[in-house]
């Protein structure tokens, strides 16, 4: 599989939501091979805490690509016949622009001086990386949970600019309970006395208790009580009995502190504060007068949602919400709800149905629009 | 046996459509008629079926299917979104057919509607001189575990088109095999041997 890391250093500023300019770079990375008539792309976008290391071994972790089961040679998104681009958002923390970088007006890393930036800012940012690949219209986009948000704002501002989009495990807008949990998490980081008001890169700390603790909260978020149980129950931690103190008695505990710790040092703890907001302030209806259907009219793009049973964090309902709104425009829709026990982490795991209804998707929209140049058996 | 001879229905359903019009199949299943249309006559073809296990396997077939229920979900289409609005075999296992069809026609120019015929003879006579309601391979569901709520015959089917003002446009009767039956155009003959029936319907 071709493959390539590289960074796009936009020459332009761009105006962002909540009014101020930024400068900014794109760390981004590419599969496959992009054919001559520029057709064959699929932007691929992450998670929260994903990165652009979709299909390759991410240099921090040593862990490979967060989905290597679902892009790759022969597999679902077939680095074999589309060319994959997926970037690090703007606001992360893995190559492009966001609060661990230095801000060039004073030389100072930005820390709490970096600007809020939303879905549609990191969205904008993208479109402009596609720019510089002089691709006029994307053949996919898809992405799961925050991605899927970045899916759906492409769905409806750049709407001329993709042919078809997979949002998967996600929401047309962050519900309140989703919001209080962020807020958790973030209250844990401010309350770290390394957070130092943002300002722990300049003074060599590092506020890794409060970052390791909003993971915590969020992880528990992302499993389903059923796959909880069936994963540890109330099995103990290397241990025969209870130890009548606050050692991780319980393998659960035992889990969750292992997720925390290994999370704080491939994540910058300012960055976890932005994105967790940009998703926050996440609402694609309210820019439409409250109408969702209104972000999806006269729309050609053809669409595949996918939800998962068993995630509470943004469960089946509301991506339903989502093919309705597309059938009130007579928007050419499918939806797939995968039956799994495994909460909203299932997106990320191995999941046949998802992974042949993304086959089956993507090869059927390649036939009807004649993209794929080889000749293939589509 | 190929899927041809097995389902004629579908075939006689498909010579009522026009190529490259707009189609949502109400009650898809496997999605063949869906496939069929996409495949011969560049139909963009939609369907809905309430079984998310049967929606899965379609769209990993390529096909554009959602989960939804004939009497809830028609109300999230827009006014006159497809050319073709087809409810096969499904009707008699919907709550309110009346409301299902004025919901068709809203959404769509034309409407498709196939059904078994329960006026047919093997009907009759099970309840007649069997005492029992009939099994049959088109009603295939003993009375107690049957999803078919609203039976039936061709003729109750044209007394509610003209009720609701609807317009038939065609008609086609099948045999027990699928076949067109070739009986004269005489309404008591097609009630009496036309094991299931297909309406092309229209707004007046």
């Known amino acids: 599989m071709n493959h390539q890391s590289d960074i796009f250093i936009d020459s332009q500023p761009i105006k962002l939501d ?55 040679p022969g597999l679902p998104i077939d680095t074999d016949k589309y060319f994959v681009i997926c970037a690090n958002v703007l606001g ?5 622009t966001g609060p661990a970088s230095q801000n060039p007006d004073t030389g100072k890393i930005y820390g709490l001086d970096f600007p809020v930036v939303t879905v549609f800012d990191m969205v904008r940012a993208q ?40 949002p998967i495990a996600t929401g047309s807008r962050h519900s309140s309970q989703n919001i209080a949990f962020h807020e958790v998490g973030r209250q844990a980081i401010m309350a770290d006395p390394n957070w130092q008001s943002g300002n722990y890169h300049s ?29 540890f129950g109330r099995n103990l931690q290397d241990r025969d009995s209870i130890s009548f103190g606050f050692d991780a008695d319980f393998q659960i505990e035992s889990y969750l502190r292992h997720q925390g710790m290994s999370f704080v040092d491939r994540f910058d703890a300012n960055s976890y504060l932005y994105l967790t907001r940009a998703m926050d302030y996440f609402d694609l209806a ?93 | 046996m190929s899927f041809e001879s097995q389902r004629f229905d579908l075939l006689l ?30 139909i963009d073809a939609r369907g809905l079926e309430l079984d998310q296990t049967g929606v899965n396997a379609c769209v990993a077939d390529g096909l554009s299917v959602m989960q939804g229920n004939a009497d809830v979900d028609l109300a999230y289409y827009p006014d006159n979104a497809f050319d073709y609005v087809i409810l096969s075999k499904t009707i008699q296992a919907t709550q ?19 059904f078994p015929n329960f006026g047919q003879w093997r009907v009759i006579s099970s309840l007649a001189f069997k005492s029992q309601m009939p099994v049959t391979k088109n009603l295939e569901y003993t009375w107690y575990e049957t999803p078919n709520v609203h039976f039936c015959t061709i003729t109750d089917f044209r007394i509610l088109c003209h009720d609701l003002d609807i317009k038939i446009l065609d008609t086609v009767i099948l045999n027990k095999r699928g076949q067109k039956l070739k009986l004269p155009a005489w309404m008591g003959m097609n009630n009496l041997f036309g094991d299931q029936a297909i309406f092309l319907l229209s707004k007046k």
């Not at chain 1, 992360?92 to 492009?96: A, E, H, K, P, T």
């Not at chain 1, 002089?134 to 409806?156: K, P, T």
């Not at chain 2, 809203?106 to 498709?112: L, M, S, T, V, W």
Request: glycine residues 8%; neutral net charge; charged residues 20%.
């Open chain 1, 18 to 72: 909540c009014g101020k300019q930024l400068r900014y770079q794109l760390s981004y990375d590419t599969y496959g091979t992009l054919n001559p008539n520029k057709t064959n792309a699929i932007l691929i976008c992450h998670a929260l805490t994903g990165d652009q290391y979709v299909a390759s071994t991410n240099p921090v972790t040593q862990k490979s690509g967060w989905w290597a089961n679902l892009v790759g």
């Open chain 1, 92 to 96: 992360g923390c893995l190559g492009s």
């Open chain 1, 127 to 166: 479109a402009r990386l596609i720019d510089h690949f002089n691709i006029d219209r994307l053949f996919s986009v898809i992405g799961g949970s925050m991605g899927g948000m970045l899916v759906l704002e492409w769905a409806a501002s750049y709407k001329s600019r993709i042919l078809s989009a997979i």
């Open chain 1, 203 to 231: 003074l060599n700390t590092s506020p890794a208790k409060g970052l390791a603790v909003a993971r915590m909260a969020a992880h528990i978020t992302y499993m389903s009580d059923q796959s909880l149980q069936q994963k």
């Open chain 1, 286 to 378: 309210a820019k439409f007068d409250d109408s969702l259907m209104s972000a999806f009219i006269d729309t050609d793009i053809r669409f595949c949602i996918i939800s998962f049973t068993s995630d509470w964090l943004f469960p089946p309902e509301e991506s339903k919400l989502i093919a309705q709104a597309l059938n009130r425009v007579a928007a050419n829709v499918s939806y797939v709800e995968v039956n799994s026990p495994k909460g909203h982490d299932a997106f990320l795991l191995d999941e046949p149905e998802m992974f042949s209804a993304v086959s089956g998707f993507l090869t059927s929209t390649a036939q009807k629009y004649n993209i794929c140049d080889k000749g293939e058996n589509l």
């Open chain 2, 13 to 42: 359903l498909a010579d009522m459509i026009a190529p490259n019009s707009r189609v949502l199949d109400i009650g898809c299943g496997d999605g063949r008629l869906l496939k069929l249309l996409t495949k011969n006559k560049n």
């Open chain 2, 96 to 114: 309110r057919p009346d409301l299902v069809l004025k919901e068709m026609l809203r959404i769509g120019k034309h409407a498709i509607v196939s």
